[in-house]
């Protein structure tokens, strides 16, 4: 029996659902979620590994058209997953604003020239059944999709016919290898201080609104696992505006509480451990137009020629 492993690039707009899809996948909360567009920022990689092979699931930022600052690092972030991935999923999410959100990734992983194949997420959505159709219809049109997947991440008890339908579609893309990519015990191979970055910033977009989220990053600046059974953490809440600040700390530093709280709960799920994590809130203004604070906060962009 052979044995196939590779990385396949789930693709799509912003919001798409294409987090929901690989924790759904990795059956592990490694990808950040909320109702909130752009929450995705770096690739996130989850692993499922068989006896017929590993397959690599990758998820990337909402696709964008943007040369300069963050955005610039997520549509490069996005452009990258495509090319470096074996197999990708065209993620189509039937609340997209317009048709030809859906036919621009179904043009972008066509021109890709890899195999695809499409997911339809959020098909719980009564009141979108129309636009499901029609996304039905428009991908009758691109003959080279491979195989079409329904996903709801409401489904329960459903949920291993689409994961095993999936997972069965991609492997069989993928190209034949001697051994894994990946110790098959790992469900990522990220770090802890990675996760408990996104997971902290998944509690700002949570507690936070309108554009603060946005103009927040989160900066793991200590990790002390000196004491194994109880680790400190210790972070900073990088904000663009100096009126951003009181807003993150909240009244009485409420809303600071909160988001520590909410993430420190999180940690100690992905632990196992009782953990003391400690946030402060800095100021350096308009870092997502600064390539030295962005390289410093691991948001990399290349120069533009």
């Not at 490069?76 to 959100?101: F, G, R, T």
């Amino acid at each position: 029996m052979s044995f196939r492993s590779g990385f396949v690039g789930l693709i799509g707009q912003p919001n798409a659902g294409k987090s929901t899809l690989l924790n759904g996948l990795v059956n592990e909360k490694i990808s950040i979620v909320t109702p909130k567009p752009q929450t995705t920022r770096r690739r996130i990689l989850g692993i499922v590994s068989s006896a017929k092979g590993q397959v690599v699931f990758v998820d990337s930022p909402g696709v964008l058209d943007a040369e300069v600052g963050l955005n610039a690092f997520l549509s490069k972030e996005a452009k990258d997953v495509i090319a470096q991935s074996d197999v990708l999923v065209a993620v189509l999410n039937p609340d997209a604003k317009k048709k030809e959100d859906i036919d621009k990734i179904l043009k972008m992983v066509q021109a890709a020239k890899r195999p695809w194949v499409a997911v339809i997420t959020k098909v719980d959505m009564a009141n979108h059944f129309g636009r499901i159709k029609a996304i039905k219809d428009l991908l009758a049109t691109y003959t080279e999709c491979k195989a079409l997947i329904e996903f709801s991440n409401t489904w329960g008890v459903d949920d291993q016919h689409w994961k095993d339908q999936l997972l069965s579609e991609v492997l069989r893309l993928l190209p034949e290898t001697k051994e894994p990519l990946y110790d098959i015990e790992l469900f990522t191979p990220h770090s802890v201080r990675e996760l408990t970055a996104e997971i902290i910033r998944e509690k700002c977009f949570e507690c936070l609104d309108k554009e603060v989220p946005y103009g927040l990053a989160a900066r793991v600046d200590q990790y002390d696992e000196s004491n194994p059974k109880l680790p400190k953490i210790y972070v900073s809440l990088v904000v663009a505006r100096d009126a951003y600040k009181p807003i993150v700390v909240g009244k009485g530093g409420q809303t600071i509480k909160e988001i520590g709280t909410r993430a420190r709960k999180e940690l100690e799920k992905l632990i196992g451990e009782k953990v003391f994590l400690k946030l402060d809130v800095v100021v350096r203004p308009d870092w997502f137009d600064n390539r030295n604070i962005m390289k410093e906060l691991g948001y990399v962009v290349e120069k533009r020629k």
